[in-house]
């Protein structure tokens, strides 16, 4: 009799526990078998496959934000540009990988291996980039031989393009590799060695908003490192668009006329051009010559090119509207006549006798007309930048009357543009120069300082921003180079209204008075800006020369036999039109001995573009200009006028 556990319990019946015990054995035969399978029938395939393929994490660069115009047009984008790299862990045979590579792109198979470098033991299974940017030829020819390159691949990146190559290029700015000191700050705490940032200019002052969120996704290689298969992915942010304030119609007739600047045995001018909204400090145009390709630095700079940029006498990299700074010359006159209006030393009535010099400590300062002006008011003063009239301005004035009216205008001051590196420039003061000298102020100074000579020093920045500020009622504006940033579908994210820095308090009339000045430099007889002229608009502007060499140390010489680092600056200052300023404009032409001759032309060029647009002058080439009277080189406190051999003998010129 079976037994039983307990009264109420059932027996256990033998065939039950014959039934389990099966089941146990079935299911060890089971799993017996498939490791059978595994190990003995498919152990090698699998072996095989295991070897050959891995699971591999591939980063996708995300595309910077567009760069578009105030009118939305595109100054820089991103395009698809195809890459090499290689996986070390995947080379087979590494002589014969890079001696293949060298032939097929046409490079030096040393240099591409040594690019490849001695990765670390982690190191050997990332993939290290060799080159960038493939040419179409270069791509099809390593495409048709990759699967002979095991570890070898191709790829695609966005990079950065900048379409019209060198316009604007000092604004925009470069791109380049993160550097080490850079990864070592907070701002930069997401970014990793090899990341591409901008490094100048805007692409470096607004790379939080131009630069995206990277992707990434999974992907099963091969042993030739060929992806076989997608796990995962997940899709690249682009940046975010920025629009400039920038107008690329006026920034094209800036770059133009700068280039078409004639000069004698200069085939190269240099200088600077600004542009701005007299009424916003919208920066409309900025260009600094020499130049370079912006597109150079989008991805790895050739070294060749690098040694062109860097080893070049004339700085091309430097961005000449902000970092360079030079004496105004004749351009400054304009604030010391506001300056004597409004501090009560002269009105629009007050007359002083030019002579042709300024007697003041002994000592005779020449105005640059030799023979003098004769009787003039500060209206025919402006027109005719009569030297001995500002002298007596400056001398009446003080030079801390001077100074304090004029850096209310901004000069001596940064501008605060959302731009690295911007020259301060200088205006003189007796407390500046114990400062800078630990020496006094000599009263002389005060009589080179009113004529925009002497320790003066402005940036083409500045003076645009003085001369709107002349146009405006008094506001000194900071000058705005975008406008906002916007998502890629429209979206605005952030803008940037106008900013007032600075309120100057001066009559109106005595604003007026001075604006009345400067428009005669340019329409009336014996003006020296005639050729800023703009048909049906009522131009204001100033010439200046800046003395750069003693001029006993170029008298008697030729122009066109003065080494170009030993001439004068021409400079030109205009606001337009008169009666309710809307655009100011600063030209420096380095070396280019005469503002009315090489500065103004560059200015009307940009005045033309801009009142074209709005249809207030005929789309026409303008008139000849009419004769200039001459533009004064500088005349303190120099022993003799500039000269320059004519026919029929020496002459004093402008």
Not at 272 to 301: H, I
């Amino acid at each position: 009799m079976a037994r039983t556990l307990d009264r109420g319990s059932e027996p256990i019946q033998p065939a039950r526990i014959r039934l389990a015990m099966a089941a146990v054995v079935l299911v060890f035969a089971l799993f017996a078998g498939r490791l059978f399978q595994l190990q003995l029938i498919e152990g090698e395939e699998l072996r095989r496959r295991s070897e050959q393929n891995s699971v591999r994490t591939v980063r996708l660069e995300a595309p910077r934000g567009e760069i578009v115009d105030r009118e939305g047009r595109v100054v820089a984008t991103t395009r698809p540009a195809f890459g090499l790299e290689v996986v070390p862990h995947d080379v087979r045979d590494h002589g014969r990988t890079f001696a293949a590579l060298g032939q097929l792109l046409g490079e030096d198979p040393a240099a591409l291996a040594s690019a490849l470098g001695r990765p670390s033991r982690a190191g050997r299974f990332k993939p290290v980039r060799l080159a960038d940017d493939l040419s179409p030829d270069q791509l099809a020819r390593v495409e048709v031989h990759r699967y002979a390159l095991a570890g070898v691949a191709t790829d695609v990146r966005p990079r950065r393009h900048y379409l019209e190559g060198t316009l604007a290029a000092h604004l925009l700015g470069t791109l380049g590799e993160i550097r080490g000191d850079q990864l070592e700050r907070e701002v930069y705490r997401a970014y990793r060695p090899g990341d591409v940032i901008g490094q100048t200019g805007l692409e470096a002052q607004f790379e939080r908003y131009l630069r995206g969120e990277a992707g990434g996704r999974n992907v099963v290689v091969d042993v030739a490192g060929r992806e076989m298969d997608v796990l995962e992915e997940v899709e690249a942010r682009p940046g975010r668009r920025v629009v400039l304030a920038l107008d690329l119609d006026l920034q094209r007739a800036a770059e133009q006329a700068m280039s078409e600047v004639q000069l004698p045995n200069d085939p190269r001018p240099t200088g600077a051009v600004v542009a701005l909204d007299a009424r916003t400090g919208d920066v409309l145009a900025m260009v600094s010559r020499p130049a370079f390709d912006p597109n150079d630095f989008a991805g790895r700079v050739d070294a060749a090119t690098w040694k062109a940029l860097t080893t070049d006498e004339w700085v091309p990299l430097q961005n000449r509207a902000i970092q360079n700074q030079f004496p105004p010359g004749s351009t400054f006159k304009a604030f010391v006549a506001a300056a004597a209006l409004h501090e009560g030393v002269a009105n629009e009535h007050t007359t002083v006798f030019c002579p042709g010099s300024y007697w003041y400590g002994g000592r005779a300062y020449r105005c640059w007309k030799r023979g003098g002006h004769g009787s003039v008011d500060l209206h025919v003063a402006l027109r005719s930048s009569c030297d001995v009239f500002f002298y007596t301005m400056g001398v009446k004035l003080g030079i801390e009357r001077m100074a304090s009216f004029i850096s209310g205008l901004g000069l001596g001051l940064p501008t605060g543009i959302a731009l690295a590196h911007e020259a301060p420039g200088v205006m003189p003061s007796p407390e500046w120069k114990r400062k800078r000298f630990k020496e006094r102020w000599y009263p002389g100074e005060t009589v080179s300082v009113s004529i925009g000579q002497g320790y003066n020093l402005v940036t083409p920045l500045q003076l645009a921003v003085a001369y709107a500020a002349l146009g405006n009622g008094g506001r000194v504006l900071r000058p705005r180079v975008v406008l906002r940033v916007e998502e890629s579908d429209g979206r605005q994210v952030e803008s940037f209204a106008p900013e007032v820095r600075q309120n100057l308090e001066i009559a109106p009339r005595h604003m007026e008075a001075v604006l009345r000045g400067l428009e005669a430099v340019v329409s009336e007889p014996g003006g020296t800006g005639g050729r800023a002229r703009v048909a049906g608009v009522r131009v204001g502007g100033k010439t200046g020369t800046s003395q750069v060499v003693r001029l006993e140390r170029t008298l008697g010489m030729d122009e066109a036999a003065i080494p170009k680092r030993y001439r004068d600056h021409g400079w030109f200052a205009a606001i337009a039109p008169i009666e309710a300023p809307e655009i100011a404009v600063a030209v420096l032409v380095e070396h280019g001995l005469h503002g009315s001759t090489a500065a103004a032309p560059v200015a009307q060029r940009v005045l033309q573009r801009y009142f074209e647009k709005t249809g207030r002058t005929a789309p026409l080439a303008p008139p000849p200009a009419p004769p200039v009277a001459p533009e004064p080189a500088p005349g303190e406190p120099a022993p003799a006028p500039q000269v320059q051999a004519a026919a029929g003998g020496i002459r004093a010129v402008h």
